[in-house]
């Protein structure tokens, strides 16, 4: 066999207390799609951020093509043929397209210009395969998560690199996008390029990759031909457990908690109305814009609504403000975690107390013992690891902070919960989890609206699901009418089922 | 950058508790070094009357740099506190010149500060304009306002009565230092046990998820505002008893010397991060540098120097203590 | 004008005091029709400087000239003062008076003037090296006045401390030098300490807390400017020293004779800012007529002690006249 | 919450254009309301004269701010500019009056404002320091340093050929607006055209993916206040050149004036933005408002009021122009 384009060997990183991985070795061959697997924390991150260059392993080496290389920089890494698509987008939003993609290697004129229509034209090319409908021109900053994660793997294409390093790269994509990304890594791969695909998205990782090495807690746990295992056995690799296979239970009552009337905002959401039931989780399918993570930020105040009427337990109810949301006993969890869900400086019961002082500052003085004990008590309900109640919040994996804003609402005694993509970013087993978290909270009587663009998602926990289409209600699936192509064929806006938009719960 | 290199500072339990400890350690460490230079240079220098007289002539920075601190944390800048202090000081100062009782003047004065803390926290909050600038703007105004109402003229001859209120001793401490200290006991409690101390650092620390979390916004940084208003009122009324006159060109350049105590306490000029204890150290760094470099008898240029080099050095030693970053 | 040697107002030869001008050049000169005066100070902020702009007011009042008096929005403003300046020398004033910020920040003024044929006197303070007029007083003697009252009141020396103005002052630097080299000849005093006080009151307050802790037997401060002064007095009262320690300041603001008057302050040299006025106006006003005026007219100085402050600080005339006195005596 | 406000703002392509001129074009109404406010009520306001004196004016302001714009998009702030231009003017004033060609001391002079930035820069970006207190110990030690230099004197009796230099005129404009012209030129060019501009860019708005780009960060910043650095020794060179003489106590506060026309023009004090069109527009505004306000015979204390309140109307008037945040 020939030398394997891309190989680790040996690699650890420590940092000041914490192993991330330990003596890490596999190999990749030119033309691989090599997947890399994991819980958060694994040390998937970690690994390709030494190869990229923004980390220098404590041990061990990196070799392409057989030789020894030195990533001390990112711009090292670069030139020994490494491109990463990074799982946090690592972007600036003042700048365009073109300048984001082409930053810190920009296209000059006589090396003292920027050639921006160039860059504008190369960008537009390598855009081309992914979302033609992006336009290079413009601010990052103006384009949506979805197509700032384009932008970003386009990026990754145009260095026309001999390793393609990708991390979590369709977090934020919808399937036919996913579609597109896979035709484009098959092209790069009968290029001879190596990529390095992490994703927790294992029906994505068994469709693209032929190989897969799996780690957990920063050591690698084998390497596998993914033709020869089941998805269950790499699971259990995974996690170094089986997870039980859950079947979906319902909870919901017939008691009507929540109702919304014509809800609609300035922009994006238009005549809104649904029911939410006592221990209900109701599922909110639609592309992304159709206005889903717009119609969760009317119900929790964080945006303010332009008409429409919110009832809680049959009164009306206003919601100008998060504080007007939360003593309503609506809680969000959002979507962008990092920039909307926690303040990275501060310790998780801190981030956990936030939305509800008042409850730990009964007499304006906060009540220590008591933030102590309801904190341990609802981090151990949400089984936060490492369970550890006053670091920054910052250090610990998304799973972990995500539990953490889950606890929050659980000490506000939140009784509407919604989340919107719940699990974006999250493991297996972290993802499982919180989908029991979720179901536990509807038992209990909790009410529950999940937004997510992963359809199995949807149908695993809703126990009816609304189809969002350009801002407004599309439709709605009772539990036994769900399935992925009844809710596609809702989401997609087609000229033909104009006619059936008028179905409306509650209505 | 610093992000990936402040991860790599961070460790479990123990150490995050040292961690904490350990950037105010640093700053005491930069304030005992420069104590024992002087010690060292200046004989009589540690006797007790001298070391009086350096928390006297810190109270006031410590005070002023106290309510910078909290709107440090809150992720803005208060450029204004010099001309609110002015503002207050002549206006109290007039009030009891003509008689008005002692509490109605003082009540007078705060209320001076709390309004020029709610105008600039308004100006924040709810229009959205940059600290920086809004600060800036109502510097000049402010300033101006405390000329036009005494044209320019200081304020003398406040009664006997109000100056002992601030210039009486308690326990063999001055009580402006006294003051100063219950201050920074409160401020320390409103940032480490209160909602409100919560917020601020949610605020400054990542304003869009504590807006989610229902925090108030607006109500936050214009309370910290305020409360900065309120001190550079306090510390109007402190040095006025002390001087006897309220001018209206008093406090100049406060600003300087209170950002330059809170950040060589550890304040963070991005938001969310600040100390208490950092902020009174480090003005009592500023001020024992200038009581020492007097007893120095240093000429003013090479004072001037001094300052310039110890506020760098103790930035410097701060980021030694801490490590690299 | 390059030719001429850059001005030391201090020392400069060229000179006649205040008190000679209407015996050498005559009575007031007749005026042309709608004679304007226009003039720029360093900063409203400082009593000194509304007096000075209330003599030229006055006088204007007298003879019939309106004056513009503008001043920088803070004291070291130096680009703020210069706008100002060219703003007046557009709109065509006969004569202009300048008390600069620095020695040279006012320079472009000089020269526009002159093309325009505009005289321009500077009054005090900052010295224009290039200035063809200059109206003032020396502001070495202020120094020179106390380290003489010392000699004389206190006969056994002992040991001083001075609070200078903002460093690389003009007027700073040489009411210090005045006082520290006159001192310092006398033989027996000590000039233990001289800091920065940079005009500023609490600054002062706190530098001489700390001299009289370090030096109780301390017998005296020198003050480059009254606000200064009095924030030391108000240190020396804290110290409980006021009987042992003598204070004093430069520029006899009305505070500083209430202070004197109350016992607190030991003494200021006045410079008497309206009458300073009055006389930098009137030389102004006697140029534009075409009279030929020696470089530099001096102003009147005196310390005021209690004993004395009754004499000085009556109606505009009778200061006058007291001045006028003290002229001919060769005080 | 402003970040969010800012996407929806933002539109494609032709808007995108469209937008950022918005920004200038809130500056330009405010300059206009100025000068017509101006205008109606001084005769003679708009006399040729009168309108080149303005230029003139604002022309050091301008040249400070085009530096302090580029630092404040890098992220940092630059209060060293006005001790900067001050040893930078001592330095060469003193060669030139020691008879050393006009060449050398101006290089001189550019030499001193480079290294005062680099100094700075190297602070900020290797030791990893606050902007705000790097630049504000050097504040004092720049200026301690020119006056130790100078003894506290001026230098006086620059030779007329180097005053002639920067004194001249060209096309009726005083050289030193076209100079400053042409420094805002290069600087437009520099930000808009380079990949130094972007990198300056892509620091201020997100110095971490700029890091993992490539983008040399600390050599980004250095270069920032190196610039920043040579533009105040420019101002200086200057300003010696109009007076004639060179003192160790000039370039006081203008570090407000040039941070205040950075940020009327739009630049944010978080990083990342900021335009040069803007900060020129800025620094006329400011330099309109004086000399209107001297022609108006406006007293002194008033002036300073108005000097707060348009800073705090232009701030408005952009917000409104930009529409609610
Ligand atoms: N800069 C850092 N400082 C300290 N610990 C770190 C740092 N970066 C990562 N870690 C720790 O290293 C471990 C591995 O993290 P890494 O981000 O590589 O995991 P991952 O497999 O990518 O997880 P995820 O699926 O959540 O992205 C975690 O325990 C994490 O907390
Ligand atoms: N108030 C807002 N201001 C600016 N951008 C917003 C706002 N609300 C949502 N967005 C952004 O607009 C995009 C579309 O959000 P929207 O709610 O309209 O659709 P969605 O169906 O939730 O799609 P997605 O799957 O991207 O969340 C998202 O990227 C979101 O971050
Ligand atoms: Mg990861
Ligand atoms: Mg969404």
Not at chain 1, 96 to 102: K, T
Not at chain 1, 435 to 462: D, F, K, N, Q, T
Not at chain 3, 204 to 225: K, V, W
Request: charged content about 20%.
């Amino acid at each position: 066999m020939s030398v394997p384009r891309l190989q680790f060997e040996g690699i650890s990183k420590v940092f000041p207390a914490v192993r991330a991985l330990s003596d890490v070795s596999f190999s990749v061959g030119a033309g691989e799609i090599h997947g890399l697997l994991g819980e958060n924390g694994a040390g998937k991150s970690t690994l390709l951020r030494i190869l990229s260059g923004i980390y220098r392993p404590t041990a061990g080496s990196v070799l392409i093509d057989g030789k020894p290389v030195a990533l001390n920089n990112p711009v090292a890494a670069r030139a020994a043929g490494v491109a990463m698509i990074h799982q946090e987008l690592q972007q600036v939003p003042q700048l365009s397209v073109a300048q984001n993609m082409f930053l810190g290697h920009p296209l000059t004129r006589g090396g003292i210009f920027v050639a921006r229509r160039e860059q504008e034209r190369r960008a537009a090319e390598a855009l081309a395969a992914l979302d033609p409908t992006i336009d290079p021109a413009v601010p990052l900053g103006s384009l949506k998560v979805a197509q700032r994660q384009i932008v970003e793997i386009a990026r990754a294409l145009l260095d026309r690199a001999r390793i393609v390093a990708m991390d979590e790269p369709t977090s934020s994509l919808t399937p036919s996008e996913f579609e597109r990304l896979a035709e484009v890594i098959s092209a790069l791969a009968r290029d001879g390029v190596a990529v390095v695909y992490v994703s927790h998205k294992l029906d994505e990782v068994f469709g693209i990759c032929q190989r897969a090495t799996i780690m957990r807690d920063g050591v690698v746990v084998g390497s596998v031909d993914l033709a020869q295992v089941s998805e269950k056995s790499v699971v259990s690799m995974m996690v170094g457990r089986e997870l039980a296979q859950e079947q979906h239970r319902s909870h919901a009552s017939s008691e009507v908690r929540l109702s919304v009337h014509g809800l609609a905002s300035a922009t994006k959401v238009r005549e809104v109305s649904f029911d939410l039931h006592r221990g209900e989780v109701l599922g909110i399918a639609g592309l992304v814009g159709s206005g889903r993570t717009e119609l969760l930020r009317l119900l929790a105040g964080a945006d303010r609504a332009s008409s429409g009427r919110v009832e809680i337990d049959g009164k009306a109810t206003k919601l100008s403000s998060p504080r007007d949301a939360i003593a309503a006993g609506i809680g969000l969890v959002p979507e962008e975690r990092k920039r909307e869900g926690i303040v990275p400086l501060r310790s998780i019961s801190s981030n956990m107390a936030l939305a509800s002082m008042g409850v730990f500052a009964p007499r304006g003085v906060i009540d220590h013992a008591r933030l102590k004990r309801i904190a341990a008590e609802k981090m151990k309900r949400v089984n936060l690891r490492p369970f550890l109640l006053d670091r920054p919040i910052r250090l610990f994996s998304g799973g972990n902070q995500q539990k953490a804003i889950i606890g929050r609402w659980l000490a506000a005694g939140t009784r509407i919960l919604l989340f919107d993509e719940p699990t974006r970013g999250i493991d297996v087993g972290a993802k499982a989890e919180i989908y029991h978290l979720i179901e536990e909270l509807a038992a209990e009587g909790h009410s529950v609206v999940v937004v997510s663009s992963e359809l199995p998602e949807v149908i695993r926990l809703a126990d009816r699901v609304l189809v969002m289409r350009d801002g407004t209600v599309a439709a709605e699936l009772d539990r036994a009418d769900l399935s992925e192509q009844a809710i596609a064929a809702h989401a997609i806006p087609q000229s033909e089922t104009q006619g059936r938009q008028g179905h409306r719960a509650g209505a | 950058m610093t992000d990936v290199a402040e991860h790599s500072a961070a460790r479990p339990r123990a150490e995050f508790l040292h961690r904490f400890s350990l950037r105010d350690a640093g700053t005491l460490i930069g304030l005992i070094v420069i104590l024992a230079v002087f010690g060292a240079l200046v004989p009589g220098f540690f006797a007790e009357r001298n070391l009086i007289n350096i928390l006297q002539q810190s109270s006031i920075n410590a005070c002023l740099a106290l309510g910078m601190t909290l709107v440090i944390i809150s992720g803005g800048i208060d450029l204004s506190v010099g001309p609110t202090a002015a503002l207050s000081a002549v206006i109290s100062a007039s009030m009891l010149v003509a008689g008005v009782p002692f509490p109605l003047a003082i009540a007078a004065g705060f209320a001076i500060g709390l309004v020029c803390g709610l105008l600039n926290g308004m100006l924040v909050a709810y229009v959205g304009l940059q600290p920086f600038i809004v600060t800036l703007g109502t510097l000049s105004t402010y300033r101006a306002l405390a000329l036009i109402y005494t044209g320019g003229n200081p304020v003398l001859g406040l009664p006997a009565g109000f100056r002992a209120i601030f210039n009486g001793s308690l326990f063999g401490l001055p009580l402006a230092v006294i003051i100063v200290a219950v201050v920074a006991l409160i401020a320390w409690i409103i940032l480490k046990k209160t909602p409100f101390g919560e917020y601020l650092l949610a605020v400054g620390g990542n304003e869009e998820a504590a807006h989610i979390a229902g925090v108030p916004i607006a109500r936050t940084k214009i309370a910290a505002y305020m409360i900065s208003g309120l001190l550079a009122a306090l510390a109007a009324q402190i040095l006025i008893g002390r001087l006897g006159a309220a001018e209206p060109i008093l406090g100049n350049l406060w600003e300087l010397d209170a950002i330059a105590a809170a950040a060589i306490g550890g304040a963070s000029l991005m938001g969310g991060k600040g100390s208490v204890v950092g902020t009174i150290l480090g003005a009592v760094i500023l001020g024992t540098m200038r009581n020492g470099l007097t007893l120095m008898n240093v000429q003013s240029f090479y004072q001037l120097l001094a300052t310039g080099l110890i506020i760098l050095a103790a930035m410097l030693i701060d980021r030694v203590t801490r490590g690299r970053g | 004008s390059s030719e001429l040697a850059p001005l030391n107002s201090d020392t400069e030869k060229d000179r006649i005091d205040w008190s000679q001008l209407e015996a050498k050049f005559g009575a007031f000169p007749k005026l042309p029709d709608g004679t304007r005066a226009g003039a720029v100070s360093k900063t409203l902020t400082n009593e000194y400087w509304r007096s000075l702009g209330e003599g030229y007011k006055s006088f204007g009042d007298r003879v019939g000239v309106p004056v513009v008096y503008q001043a920088a929005q803070s004291e070291g403003d130096q680009l703020g003062q210069l706008t100002i300046a060219e703003g007046l020398a557009t709109q065509g004033y006969n004569v202009l008076l300048v008390s600069p910020q620095t020695d040279s920040n006012l320079q472009p003024i000089m020269e526009q003037a002159k093309a325009a044929n505009v005289p321009v006197v500077n009054v005090n303070d900052a010295v224009i090296p290039q200035a063809e007029h200059y109206v003032g007083n020396v502001q070495r003697d202020n120094g020179v006045r106390v380290a003489k009252w010392f000699i004389k009141n206190r006969p056994d020396g002992g040991k001083v401390a001075i609070v200078e103005g903002q460093a690389g002052v003009y007027a700073a630097v040489q009411r210090t030098d005045g006082f520290k080299t006159t001192i310092t000849e006398a033989g027996k005093f000590e000039v233990v300490a001289s800091v920065p006080g940079n005009w500023d009151r609490q600054t002062s307050y706190d530098a001489a807390t700390n001299i009289l802790q370090q030096h109780p037997d301390l017998i005296g401060f020198y003050a480059n400017n009254d606000g200064m002064a009095l924030g030391i007095v108000e240190a020396v009262k804290a110290a409980g020293l006021q009987d042992k320690v003598a204070v004093f300041g430069t520029d006899g603001i009305s505070d500083a004779y209430a202070s004197i008057r109350a016992g607190e302050l030991t003494g200021t040299v006045d410079s008497f800012p309206v009458l300073t006025g009055e006389v930098a106006l009137e030389s102004a006003l006697r140029l534009v007529a075409g009279q030929k005026l020696p470089r530099v007219v001096a102003t009147p100085q005196a310390l005021i002690t209690k004993d004395n402050a009754d004499r000085y600080s009556g109606a505009g005339d009778a200061v006058r006249k007291a001045l006028l006195e003290d002229a001919a005596a060769g005080n």
